[in-house]
């Protein structure tokens, strides 16, 4: 049988990159798992070294952290922090900066994607019986979430991946990452400002939404629990227990419950991330396994091109993730960095976050607020995106590009 393996990998890279296959019902997770299965029924990855391919304690943090985000959802924590900030609908810019920031520090400590998963459906309604534009707001409400989770290794699934397989420290991490997200954050709230000046209540959506709300009612006992499991892994991080141990333990001590069926925290675990995962990691086996990355790295050397330059790390993760997402260009890519330089994994964290803004496809939480708001009849453009995305991640990458430049200049790279 020829060899299989680099065909396969194009193919499955390609799809997901466009999302879809023409003719088919496929969407990335999709495309990604019949790329799985193709390796592995051509021969190109054995069975056995299928299984051994998939990175489990990544797997393993990430099923955990959404067991904990599915307790607080359930609990109403959620929903909660999105109606307090409805306050300040009396004072639009306010309103738009507390919703953010209450959107980026959840999102730094739990899955971005549930973070606007929950608030979305809360922003829409809320906006529409004001009569305000949505726009801003549920731009913020993506931007926020998607810098906010680049200053912590639980922050995204990419932060996740980069974490375990560079086995970065916690803390060190959060010095590294947290300063340049707070300043990104905030001239993101800023663009905002600028773009959608005087823009804030001039709503030409429909008010009357007759949808009703199916939210969790707010439950302190249960936030309570949620919230208490969120301290204990945070103190457990900074020991050294494995991550992924201390996850799954407080995941399974919150199983244990008298309120809550399991099969309703299961039921909110993101099965298609955690299949996507699973089926890249096989894919990309093959490849790393041949030496090819190495290969590659040489080729771009001799043409001046290396990875320990961060700018052209910071151009390359910026590139790639807006081709084929970021979680798939940051599992290809990490394979290229140095385990014994921290700066260049810290670098390819930032950099593919903060990428996730630029264009819709960037990132799932970009596409979970798009299609959450699609129910209530709000429609954001690619280029209303664009309109606020673009420069948003331009000042988020030279806020990167400065950070770069003065460790540089006082040595402490």
């Known amino acids: 049988m020829p060899d299989l393996a680099v065909p396969i990998f194009i193919i499955t890279y390609l799809g997901v990159a466009l999302g879809r296959i023409p003719g088919l019902m496929l969407d990335r997770t999709g495309i990604a798992l019949l790329g799985a299965i193709a390796m592995i029924a051509s021969g190109a990855v054995p069975l056995s070294e299928a299984m051994a391919a998939i990175d489990l304690p990544t797997i393993i943090l990430l099923y955990a952290l959404m067991v904990l985000s599915a307790q607080l959802r359930l609990g109403g924590f959620y929903t909660w922090v999105a109606g307090r900030t409805t306050t300040l609908l009396d004072r639009p810019r306010l309103f738009l900066l507390s919703s953010m920031l209450a ?26 019986k004001k009569g305000f534009n949505p726009l801003p707001f549920l731009l913020g409400l993506a931007a926020a979430s998607n810098i906010g989770s680049a200053a912590t290794i639980i922050g995204n699934p990419q ?57 969790p009612p707010f439950d302190r006992r249960q936030t309570s629990k949620g919230l208490i499991g969120i301290l204990v892994l945070l103190g457990l991080f900074f020991t050294p227990i494995p991550r992924e141990l201390s996850a799954i333990t407080v995941a399974a001590i919150l199983l244990c419950s008298r309120k809550i069926h399991s099969r309703r925290i299961l039921e909110l675990v993101d099965w298609q991330l955690l299949t996507l995962f699973c089926s890249l990691f096989i894919v990309l086996h093959p490849i790393t396994s041949r030496n090819i990355p190495s290969l590659l790295m040489e080729a771009m050397a001799q043409q001046g091109l290396t990875l320990s330059n961060l700018l052209a790390l910071t151009t390359l993760s910026t590139i790639l993730s807006n081709l084929v997402s970021n979680v798939p260009a940051v599992m290809f890519l990490v394979h290229f960095l140095d385990p014994n330089v921290p700066q260049q994994w810290y670098v390819l964290a930032l950099s593919s976050t903060f990428a996730g803004n630029l264009v819709i496809i960037g990132s799932i939480a970009n596409l979970i607020v798009i299609e959450q708001a699609r129910k209530f009849r709000i429609e954001i453009s690619f280029q209303e995106h664009a309109r606020t995305g673009i420069p948003i991640t331009l000042f988020s990458l030279l806020i990167m590009a400065l950070l770069i430049y003065l460790h540089r200049f006082f040595m402490l790279l």
Do not use: K
Not at 116 to 123: E, K, Q, W
Not at 159 to 174: K, P, S, T
Not at 186 to 201: E, H, K, P, S
């Open 159 to 215: 932060n996740m991946l980069i974490g375990q397989v560079g086995r970065l420290h916690f803390g060190r991490f959060l010095l590294w990452c947290g300063p340049p997200t707070l300043i990104a954050l905030a001239g993101a709230y800023l663009i905002l400002c600028r773009i959608y000046n005087g823009d804030f209540t001039a709503s030409a959506f429909p008010q009357a939404v007759e949808l009703t709300p199916d939210w």
């Open 103 to 128: 959107a980026a520090l959840l999102s730094a400590l739990l899955a971005n994607d549930i973070v606007c998963l929950a608030f979305t459906p809360v922003l829409c309604l809320v906006l529409l």
